[in-house]
């Protein structure tokens, strides 16, 4: 009797070790990431400068992780609509998050915004950084920044910038200039970066400051003239075209960078291995090709890399926006 119930023991130890064994190893074959298509949500619309970033950077990506991946635009209260959506998904990888530097200032100049940018995200990897150009359209009678602003004094209330949204980098270059430069231009918030110079090229509004990667195939083909580029020093894409700090504003130095994330609680292995896929896909020599024409300084970064740069922006922002009294009002 023993002997039996040992062996019925025995057996049923067997049994939960076949079992257990077989599960893991179903197991482990559907976690294997990615198993199904990621979508990457960009919260602007086709066609501007995180926009353009995405889709080649994306494409690469695919390549990689052998699975489809899909942008998802959703533009609307500067990018506020989009970093919600993900900031509310479920944290597996597969709805992630790229965006400007913007993602971090918005919610310190923007009461309505809902989420905490350093508590309700991932950080994931930094793509690069890249100027901002300060364009008018081709028709307009200003070729300087120096010009610009002698016009701004002359007739008080009769210029107004454009802006991709409040609380992205051009919304703070543009508050910046009209506090330096004592411009008093009312600033327009469009949803993103191509409706803003649309607008600018058609002569509705008088200026812009927008990141390179947008803006410049504009100036490139002539439907914008560049005033002025925000870097602290020229550009080679442009050597005519003198910095901010040389039209007036000693010291000026600022640009935007590029970022992905997932929403809080993505597990670290599957925040590393796309940090580590993101970092091989920027450096492709194919995509490096197209950054050039950009003035796009790529990064090589990790998880805890981008929370350091976060964090410190986070910082400097809120600062400059105590001092500078920029907020959505």
């Known amino acids: 009797m023993t002997n039996l119930h040992t062996s019925r023991r025995i057996g049923a130890m067997i049994a939960v070790a076949v079992t257990s064994l077989m599960s893991a190893q179903a197991h482990g074959k559907t976690d294997k990431y990615p198993s199904r298509p990621i979508t990457v949500v960009v919260p602007y619309t086709p066609g501007g400068s995180v926009d353009t970033v995405a889709r080649l950077v994306t494409a690469q990506l695919q390549k990689q992780l052998g699975q489809p991946i899909v942008i998802e635009n959703k533009p609307g209260a500067s990018g506020m609509i989009g970093s919600e959506y993900v900031a509310r998904a479920k944290p597996d990888g597969y709805t992630l998050l790229l965006h400007a530097s913007s993602q971090v200032y918005l919610p310190l100049v923007d009461a309505r915004v809902k989420y905490d940018a350093l508590k309700d995200f991932t950080p994931i990897a930094r793509l690069g950084t890249v100027p901002l150009l300060v364009v008018t359209g081709a028709e307009s009678p200003f070729n300087t920044l120096k010009e610009l602003q002698a016009q701004a004094h ?176």
Not at 214 to 229: F, I, M, W
């Open 154 to 329: 002359a007739k008080k209330d009769s210029l107004t910038w454009a802006t991709s949204g409040y609380g992205t980098s051009s919304h703070l270059v543009e508050e910046m200039l009209n506090r330096d430069l004592k411009l008093g231009m009312q600033i327009v918030a469009y949803r993103g970066a191509a409706p803003q110079l649309t607008d600018v090229t058609a002569g509705h509004v008088s200026a812009a400051a927008s990141p390179m990667p947008g803006a410049y195939p504009y100036v490139a083909s002539g439907k914008l003239k560049a005033l002025a580029v925000t870097s602290s020093s020229r550009v080679s894409k442009l050597p005519n075209v003198p910095t901010v700090a040389e039209s007036g504003i000693e010291g000026f130095d600022f640009s935007s960078w590029y970022g992905v994330w997932g929403p809080a609680g993505l597990p670290a292995n599957i925040a590393n291995q796309l940090a580590t896929e993101i970092n091989k896909a920027i450096h492709e020599p194919d995509v490096t090709k197209v950054f050039d024409t950009m003035m796009f300084e790529v990064a090589k970064t990790s998880p805890q890399d981008l929370a350091k740069v976060q964090q410190d922006e986070h910082d400097k922002i809120s600062l400059l926006a105590k001092e500078a009294d920029i907020a959505v009002k």
